[in-house]
């Protein structure tokens, strides 16, 4: 059973934004049943200001896929073409609190549906479709996985895009590898490529926190706490969840041990905090959510 924030619930049982758009602007569909999971998406834009007026999903899938497309829909609608597409992955997970690891997969759906319908229009309207835009990650490069028909193309773009380090977390964000295994050695190949890559080039600066978006800064919390703050909590049976961000104070709740350990309100201070002020911002503070 997947633990899902409540937020995912939300969107899996109340789900914004389901059905179609008749006389839709732009309509995109992603993924395949036969793979598991499938996101079709329709939009009414506004020709004078570029603005999407109305969005509809119809999603084949799991409560993360329903979910993900739901959160994408909140986000897109009433914003210009240009910013729905900037939206990454990271965001829509960030608006669901938090997606598991392993359903990580069902964002990059969203993201790539939405890339998708914004190319569509574009393409009926004689606009320019951006590089960014045009490129399919589905049939540009050399099939990796045959089982999902996962491309080399996409599986650098997604380990890029979100920092991915193992072959756990490629098969989680992109199917590839979850089925027979025969190309794990081929993706692990893209990722040596990528950390050499890497290792080359100077390391990048801290971004300013106060400049971010709330939802830019929500993603930097969540990277930090997966990277820096789960890892030690679940060495003694704990883990953490990020309910939300009011300002600076960021709204936590401690799973497992960590949740009835008596010593719960000094892990918040001396390890969360800690970190966060370290990582991301001198200014956070931490408070539990029961």
């Known amino acids: 059973m997947w633990k899902y924030t409540e ?19 732009a309509v995109a569909e992603v993924g395949n049943v036969s793979c598991g999971d499938a996101l079709k998406i329709f939009l009414k834009v506004d020709d004078a200001t570029q603005t999407i007026t109305d969005v509809k999903f119809k999603t084949f899938g799991c409560a993360s896929a329903i979910a993900s497309s739901s959160a994408l829909t909140e986000l897109v609608k009433g914003k210009t073409l240009e910013e729905a597409a900037k939206i990454t992955n990271k965001e ?24 998708a319908a914004i190319a569509d229009y574009k393409k009926k309207h004689g606009m320019e479709v951006t590089e960014e835009l045009a490129d399919n990650d589905d049939h540009e490069g050399r099939i990796i996985c ?22 756990e977390q490629v098969t989680s964000y992109t ?10 050695d081929q993706i692990q190949e893209i990722l040596d490529g990528i950390t050499r890559e890497k290792q080359e ?8 926190f106060d400049s971010l978006t709330p939802v830019k800064k929500v993603i930097l ?17 704990g ?35 800690s970190k966060l002020n370290e990582f991301v911002s001198p200014a956070l503070t931490v ?3 029961k």
């Open 146 to 167: 045959k089982c999902f028909g996962v491309t080399d193309t996409k599986i650098r773009r997604v380990v890029m895009e979100n920092n991915l380090t193992t072959l």
């Open 175 to 184: 199917k590839a590898g979850g089925a027979c295994g025969m190309c794990l």
């Open 221 to 237: 919390i969540q990277e930090i706490i997966d990277k820096e703050i789960r890892p030690a909590l679940m060495k003694d049976g």
């Open 7 to 25: 937020k995912v619930m939300d969107h899996f049982m109340n789900p914004r934004n389901v059905g179609e758009i008749k006389d839709a602007d």
């Open 287 to 289: 408070e539990e959510v």
């Open 201 to 208: 080039k100077p390391a990048e600066e801290k971004p300013d």
């Open 239 to 273: 883990d953490i969840e990020l309910i939300d961000l009011d300002g600076t104070v960021v709204k936590a709740r401690l799973r497992g041990v960590c949740a009835s350990c008596p010593n719960a309100k000094l892990t918040l201070k001396k390890l969360v905090q």
């Open 92 to 115: 829509i997970a960030a608006v669901l609190g938090e997606l598991p690891e392993e359903k990580m997969h069902c964002s990059v759906m969203g993201m790539e549906a939405m890339q």
